[in-house]
């Protein structure tokens, strides 16, 4: 029977915005998202992160139910305008005490801390004073704002975060609108992207320089959903991995190739920033792992003009500018969000990684499903999620049986949170997995991963 490898990392994830709440308390600047979410119609419902689930006030019970589970690592994010109000110029130390506490906490608790700098939460400040993630000065601001953190607590933080899912802010922030800042454009997201990755590279640029001696590792995390070709025809397996590139190599190739994919460069012209030759030697290595957060598979089918029409949420970026046609499988299961539970596109997705940047060591530092439930008794029958889980770890043990460096799995997310533009109402938090016996994966004369319950704050908080 293959098993995980004894030095596995079995983790879970939340971000600060989701989960924090205090959106006004000691000091704390207001981000896009406190300026987004409380927009009418931006937001399902109307609800907003301004309480979430109160994890400022309540994070060493928090960090107890962690314990009580097993769990080994928590990869959390930092919020930016909790520690830099305005982005820039004064700090909070009351914020930077918080995040202070919740290390030593962790520690305390034998948990291993992932931090994030960036899950989305930009300080508002900078988007109305300096165009945010478009302005020319973002990059360094975000480099200070990181060395900020090194400094205060690289000494027991060894494993680091640049950007959660920069597809997102570029693509759904700037793209199509969905997400703060809230922007339309076709070209915006390339913009976007481009200092982004700037950002990450001058913040790893002064980690390794800097702080060398705190003998820790740093990375970045994008986000991809496999692309499978609709049919045999060339043109459908051209369109997937046209599909993949858009997506996930938009990103991943300046880091590990050291320039955007010609796929790109030849689609989208002026409309894609160019890199100088010192960008490209300073992006170049600038992550020490590659992070992934996946979820879901997709078919992929040359678009012969159909893309135009498709959201954003089914693609990996602008469709016109790919002109890739995606669909599901009528027999796939489906979650809340309508993403399809297909456990062997990741097994492909790992394997894809693994071949196009030469075995890198791989830690899904996202991947989870959200049901609704029906609490009895403080327990929910769970059936869909348990095998959920159990299907996509079996596929990521067949791909590390296969020779990919998959070296941990982070589960999303810890507890149920505020789900952006969806508000309150997807479900993907866990309260309890026995993540002990995750390592004896497969077991198929039990149910190996535990009965899967989840706390109820939010409900009791109306």
Same mark, same amino acid.
């Given at each position: 029977m293959h098993q995980f490898p004894n030095n596995f990392i079995w983790g879970t994830a939340t971000s600060s915005y989701q989960i924090e709440g205090a959106a006004t308390k000691d000091g704390k600047g207001p981000s896009i998202w406190d300026a987004f979410s409380s927009i009418p119609g931006k937001v399902h419902k109307g609800e907003t992160g301004a309480l979430a689930c109160d994890h400022y006030h309540r =994070?060493?019970?928090?960090?107890?139910?962690?314990?009580?589970? !097993?769990?080994?690592? =928590?990869?959390?994010?930092?919020?930016?305008?909790? $520690?830099?109000?305005? !982005?820039?110029g004064?700090?909070?130390k009351r914020g930077l005490q918080f995040y202070s506490d919740l290390i030593d906490e962790l520690l305390k608790?034998?948990? $291993?801390?992932? $931090?994030?700098? =960036?899950?989305?939460?930009?300080?508002?400040?900078?988007?109305m004073e300096d165009d945010g993630w478009l302005g020319d000065s973002i990059a360094d601001y975000f480099a200070t704002y990181a060395d900020l953190c090194f400094e205060h607590f690289g000494d027991r933080v060894k494993h680091w975060i640049t950007l959660n899912e920069p597809w997102v802010v570029a693509i759904l922030g700037h793209g199509q609108g969905v997400f703060a800042p809230g922007r339309n454009s076709n070209s915006e997201p390339y913009l976007a992207a481009h200092n982004l990755l700037l950002a990450h590279a001058k913040a790893v640029q002064i980690y390794r320089k800097k702080y060398g001696h705190q003998n820790g590792q740093i990375g970045i995390t994008n986000n991809c959903d496999w692309r499978e070709p609709l049919t045999k025809r060339s043109e459908d397996q051209e369109a997937a991995e046209r599909a993949l590139q858009f997506f996930l190599a938009w990103f991943a190739d300046p880091i590990y190739k050291g320039d955007y994919p010609a796929v790109m460069k030849k689609r989208l012209g002026s409309r894609l920033p160019q890199f100088s030759t010192a960008e490209k030697e300073l992006i170049l290595g600038t992550s020490d792992f590659f992070g992934l957060n996946h979820y879901t598979t997709m078919y992929a089918a040359h678009g012969d003009g159909r893309s135009k029409k498709q959201s954003v949420y089914g693609n990996g970026g602008i469709s016109e500018d790919q002109d890739v046609h995606l669909s599901q499988d009528k027999s796939w299961d489906l979650t809340s969000m309508n993403w399809a539970v297909v456990p062997w596109g990741c097994k492909k997705m790992l394997k894809w990684i693994d071949a196009r940047y030469d075995r890198p060591p791989i830690y899904i530092t996202e991947n989870g499903c959200a049901y609704p439930d029906q609490v009895v008794d403080g327990k929910v029958d769970d059936q869909k999620r348990v095998d959920f889980y159990r299907g996509y770890?079996?596929?990521?043990?067949?791909?590390?049986?296969?020779g990919v460096q998959l070296k941990g799995y982070f589960a999303w997310?810890?507890?149920?949170?505020?789900?952006?533009?969806?508000? =309150?109402?997807?479900?993907?938090?866990l309260h309890y997995v026995d993540f002990e016996t995750l390592e004896r994966l497969p077991k198929e004369s039990a149910r190996w991963i535990g009965q899967v319950m989840r706390r109820n704050r939010l409900n009791e908080q109306g």
């Open positions: =994070y060493k019970e928090d960090i107890q139910l962690m314990k009580a589970m !097993g769990v080994k690592a =928590y990869r959390f994010s930092i919020a930016w305008p909790r $520690v830099l109000p305005t !982005g820039k004064a700090i909070n608790a034998d948990i $291993v801390p992932w $931090v994030t700098l =960036y899950h989305w939460d930009l300080p508002l400040a900078l988007q770890l079996t596929a990521c043990l067949d791909a590390i049986s296969e997310s810890f507890m149920d949170n505020f789900e952006w533009a969806s508000g =309150y109402d997807k479900r993907f938090g």
